[in-house]
Structures are given as C-alpha cells and as structure tokens.
C-alpha cells in the first residue's frame, strides 16, 4: 500500500534559521513526488515535481530533493511568509492517485 | 495566476438540503479532474475521479449516489453533495493534472458548513 510519512507534524523557526522538512514513503513504481504549500483556507499550490533519486529542484528559499525512500524540504534562511502547511504527496505507477502526507505546519516568527 | 478556479467559496446550508460546487480550469481543457475532502488538522483525501463524457470513478467508501460527479465540459465539473448532514461539513477541494497527466493544481477550494 502506497504511504508518505510526513516529520516533524509543525515546526517554529526563528526567522533566518534554516530547516529541513522530510517526508518518507513507499509506492509502487514512483511516477513522482510533489511538495504544495498550503495557506489557512487555501487550496495547495504546487511547488516542486522530482522525478527519481537524486533530483534536486529549487525555489527562492527552497530546495527539494529526493532519495529512493525520502524527500526533504530545506528552507534556507526562512522568512515569517514563508509560515504555511507543507504537504508531500507521490503518485504511483500503479493507481496514478496522488497520496498526500499529513503535513508539516510550519512557523517562521520574526 | 490561478489555472483551476471554484465557486462558490463558502456555503452554509441546512441539514437535508443538496449543494452544488463548481470547478473550472481555467488555461486548458481538462478531460480528467480531480475531487478531494480535507477535513480540520487532516490531509487531502481523494474522493473521485472525474472523467469528461463518461462516469466518475469514486474511492471506496466514498457513496456515488450521495456524491455527484458531473464533467460535463472539458473546461467544468460539478460536485453535488446530496441530502447534506452535519458530517458532510468539509473543505472540498479539486484540481486538474498537467498535460502529462502529472503534476496536480488545486482550486482555491470551498468551505462546507452543514447546520
């Protein structure tokens, strides 16, 4: 059965102190990994896509990468926007469902 | 900008009554969208599949009779939650894939208050 573990369930951060968020899962036959950012209210919204051990991908403050049993989340330097829910999910090769994580909450305080 | 948009953003309806949640892509039409619950301090659970011209494919435990798909357009799909309760209350969420079928956008989403 495909799971995503997401650790640590929330975080506080002070702001410019860097962090890394990990989400563990196994699939069957990974299609790919997503992480989304999610606001109080708000839908998801996307931010990275890898495909296979190895990748790495980054935006602004934020650096994914993927190793066969784990990807992790770093934000460098956080800023108190960067404060939101992050979500993993994978989709497999064999449902091509997306399966969430439950999140990291995280909170950058200024 | 937003590629997925939803209306309406917020209902409250009595318990008994049927709510309709629209979803629109916005960039490209979508034959397959997606429909999605997230309840409080929870994560997004997958409720169907909408399939354009053809019948939605739901998860197990999710009652088709209860929740309505309709794709009618490759631009909309509608959920209709049927003879609401209290515990239907939820954020429902949908999205579309990318053209490879991957990478999901989600809509901004719908707040259900069930009295």
């Known amino acids: 059965e495909d799971q995503v573990t997401q650790s640590p369930e929330a975080l506080r951060l002070q702001e410019g102190e860097s962090s890394s968020l990990n989400c563990s899962y196994t699939?069957?036959?990974?299609?790919?990994l997503f992480w989304y950012r999610q606001d109080p209210g708000k839908g998801p919204e996307f931010l990275f896509t890898l495909y296979s051990a190895g990748e790495e991908k980054e935006k602004e403050r934020l650096k994914a990468t993927l190793t066969k049993k784990e990807s992790f989340l770093h934000i460098t330097a956080p800023k108190p926007e960067d404060s939101a829910t992050y979500l993993c999910?994978?989709?497999?090769?064999?449902?091509?469902?997306?399966?969430f994580g439950q999140g990291t909450t995280l909170q950058v305080k200024p | 900008g937003a590629v997925v948009s939803q209306h309406p953003s917020r209902v409250i309806c009595k318990s008994g009554t049927s709510v309709k949640i629209e979803c629109r892509s916005l960039?490209?039409?979508?034959?397959?969208m997606f429909w999605y619950r997230q309840f409080p301090k929870q994560s997004l659970m997958l409720m169907a599949t909408?399939?354009?011209?053809?019948?939605?494919?739901?998860e197990q435990g999710v009652e088709k009779d209860k929740f309505l798909i309709n794709h009618a357009s490759l631009t909309l799909s509608t959920l209709t939650v049927t003879s609401a309760h209290p515990e239907d209350s939820s954020f429902y969420i949908c999205?579309?894939?990318?053209?490879?079928?991957?990478?999901?956008?989600f809509g901004p989403g719908t707040r259900l208050l069930v009295l």
């Open positions: 909408s399939n354009e011209g053809s019948k939605a494919t739901y």
């Open positions: 999205s579309r894939s990318d053209r490879g079928g991957e990478t999901q956008y």
């Open positions: 999910a994978v989709q497999g090769g064999n449902t091509g469902k997306l399966i």
């Open positions: 699939v069957s036959g990974l299609r790919g």
């Open positions: 960039d490209f039409q979508a034959t397959t």
